[in-house]
């Protein structure tokens, strides 16, 4: 359960799904209707987090060091940015959260998930999303995106077998908190998702619409 007034908003998806596209467009649509927004990153989010980021996507290291150093970017990300904007009421969007954690580290490593659960309870027990947008793809389409556009990162040059764990436990995720998470096809046209987006903040914060 969420103990505060603000919104938290988080994205999530296998590299290539179009995240980054669609925070824009939903950093937009609420501003546009007078939210007070904060948008941020993980890993990141912070300057602590950034150095993190920077050694998390680029050092090769053991699957719970890497883990570790996902939740200890989210501490610092939430004891400075996400637990201070949302108690002075503005939302809160971010590019990744523990969902990630559980999708990257637990089904694309094989890490086992009640030592992400602990590092969860550890880290955030009484914050969670109030909205997860999950943009999903298949495999191919998220590769043939990522090649087009840019050089790619250590967790990019994985193999189609970790990117096929991933976005599995990521649709598992979503079935175990339905309440929270809206799935998004996002093999749609980017205008098509952003009629669907639309649409989903409007339902879940019907003060905004
Ligand atoms: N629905 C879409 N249809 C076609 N191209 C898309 C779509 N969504 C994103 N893209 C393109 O795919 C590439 C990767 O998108 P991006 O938003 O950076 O993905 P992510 O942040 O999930 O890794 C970008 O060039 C983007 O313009
Ligand atoms: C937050 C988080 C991210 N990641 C990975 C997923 C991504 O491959 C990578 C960075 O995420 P992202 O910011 O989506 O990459 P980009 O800027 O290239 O779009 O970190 C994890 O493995 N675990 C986590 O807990």
Request: aromatic share 8%; hydrophobic share 40%.
């Amino acid at each position: 359960m969420t103990q505060h007034s603000g919104k938290f908003i988080t994205f999530e998806g296998i590299d290539g799904a179009g995240k980054s596209t669609h925070i824009a467009f939903v950093s937009e649509y609420l501003k546009a209707r007078g939210v007070d927004l904060v948008s941020s990153r993980e890993p990141g989010g912070t300057p602590l987090g950034e150095k993190l980021r920077d050694l998390v996507l680029h050092e090769k290291m053991h699957l719970e060091t890497e883990a570790l150093l996902m939740f200890a970017s989210r501490r610092e990300h939430i004891a400075q940015v996400i637990a201070p904007a949302l108690s002075r009421g503005a939302w809160v969007i971010s590019d990744r959260f523990t969902d990630a954690s559980f999708a990257y580290q637990g089904g694309g490593r094989g890490m086992d998930l009640p030592k992400l659960e602990a590092l969860e309870q550890w880290v955030h027990p009484h914050l969670q999303p109030d909205l997860t947008l999950l943009f999903d793809v298949p495999l191919d389409v998220a590769r043939a995106r990522l090649n087009a556009t840019r050089s790619l990162d250590k967790f990019e040059r994985e193999q189609a077998d970790f990117f096929a764990a991933t976005r599995n436990e990521y649709l598992r995720r979503a079935t175990q908190f339905p309440q929270r998470f809206r799935v998004i096809d996002s093999t749609q046209s980017i205008a098509e998702i952003q009629v669907q987006i639309a649409a989903i903040l409007d339902e879940c914060f019907k003060s905004i619409a």
